[in-house]
């Protein structure tokens, strides 16, 4: 039976308000919940600070400088990787007394380290890292796409350090059948993302609105923005779209948009007001990688959602959402869905499928799997 674990988080997982550290904070609140203590080691830079949260869920938690910039690059590893070393952290990693929990690839430099070849180690694969930065790569203006392309190719071959850890666990099917397929001497998991969410039904709003959510100083948000104005010009309902740190570019392009307000870095309070309030959540991606945190929030708390097949990485739920892939459908899907109530047989459904992507439903699974290695 486990009863402790570390875990390397490649950033600060407080305040858990992007798609990768909501995973993480909320898999750390759920293992205290099952009596797992906790070590927590957490890569911080940036204006993310140390959280005295954590301190809460973690018996013990140690931050340690990302070295972002020059100081990270290398020419054989990913700069995702590659920034993320400590000396202090290995030597820690060393004297663990149980498993290892290592957050996504960024956070697998030692992985393969000599030192810790007896220890049980395992890897959160929250997506296919190459392919990710593949995409971003094709989305991105010189000279970033340069950049994404160079470590999309450093991540491929890097991918291969997998081997020495004993457990995968994936976020979405489409990334198990890679991983399976990659590495067969390998366990391989199917862990949903933990997200915190109890699902909840919402009474009508006042006002008749959709809403488009992400961090919008994140490529592939900020191009599927752009694409949603584009077709919105032929639509007189409400659109609101808010998120975390829009370019002047994108404030320029909104404000310039009729029937289209902009709520820029709003509150965890605010956020959830108008996920609650939307009469339509508009989940509409251009890459179809890992499962997406806000696909299940909107899911979990708000009413109609409609979603490309991009964003639909899960077949499971695909029954919950209205598809819509192309202009024209998405046009016909909001004049449909903004005067079309979300009724006790929407929820009633919603509710019966969301069971498998509960938090509790998810610690399961991952004790479970930790328990037989």
Avoid at 68 to 81: A, D, H, N, Q, R
Avoid at 289 to 310: C, D, P, R, S, W
Avoid at 353 to 371: G, P, Q
């Amino acid at each position: 039976m486990i009863t402790h674990l570390d875990i390397v988080s490649f950033d600060v997982p407080y305040p858990a308000n992007y798609g990768g550290v909501i995973d993480v904070f909320y898999k750390i609140k759920a293992l205290h919940e099952r009596n797992v203590s906790i070590t927590l080691h957490c890569f911080q830079y940036g204006n993310r600070l140390p959280a005295q949260l954590l301190e809460r869920y973690c018996e013990q938690v140690f931050y340690y400088p990302r070295k972002t910039g020059i100081t990270g690059i290398s020419p054989s590893k990913p700069y995702i990787v590659n920034s993320r070393k400590s000396e202090s952290l290995l030597k820690r990693l060393q004297e663990a007394p149980g498993a290892i929990l290592f957050e996504g690839l960024h956070t697998c430099n030692y992985l393969d380290h000599p030192s810790l070849s007896s220890k049980i180690k395992v890897v959160r694969c929250a997506n296919v890292e190459h392919e990710y930065y593949k995409h971003l790569a094709q989305q991105a203006s010189f000279p970033r796409s340069l950049y994404y392309n160079l470590d999309s190719q450093l991540l491929k071959k890097y991918e291969t350090v997998l081997e020495h850890a004993q457990l995968l666990l994936t976020i979405s099917s489409n990334d198990q059948s890679h991983f399976e397929k990659q590495y067969p001497k390998t366990q391989v998991a199917l862990i949903p993302a933990f997200h915190g969410q109890q699902i909840s039904k919402h009474e009508a709003s006042d006002e008749l609105f959709a809403l488009f959510h992400g961090s919008l100083n994140v490529i592939e948000n900020e191009r599927a923005v752009f694409e949603l104005l584009e077709l919105w010009h032929d639509l007189d309902h409400k659109l609101k779209i808010t998120g975390r740190l829009p370019s002047n570019r994108l404030v320029s392009k909104i404000e310039k948009a009729p029937n289209v307000e902009l709520i820029a870095n709003p509150s965890e309070t605010k956020l959830s007001e108008l996920i609650s309030a939307a009469q339509i959540h508009m989940m509409l991606a251009t890459q179809a990688t890992g499962l997406k945190l806000k696909l299940l929030n909107v899911l979990f708390n708000g009413k109609h959602v409609i979603a490309n097949n991009e964003m639909l990485t899960e077949n499971s739920l695909r029954p919950l959402v209205h598809v819509a892939n192309n202009k024209l459908e998405i046009q016909k899907a909001v004049d449909q869905l903004m005067t079309t109530d979300f009724t006790d047989q929407d929820f009633n459904s919603r509710k019966s499928i969301l069971t498998k992507y509960s938090d509790e439903n998810s610690v399961n699974l991952l004790l479970h799997h930790l328990n037989s290695l």
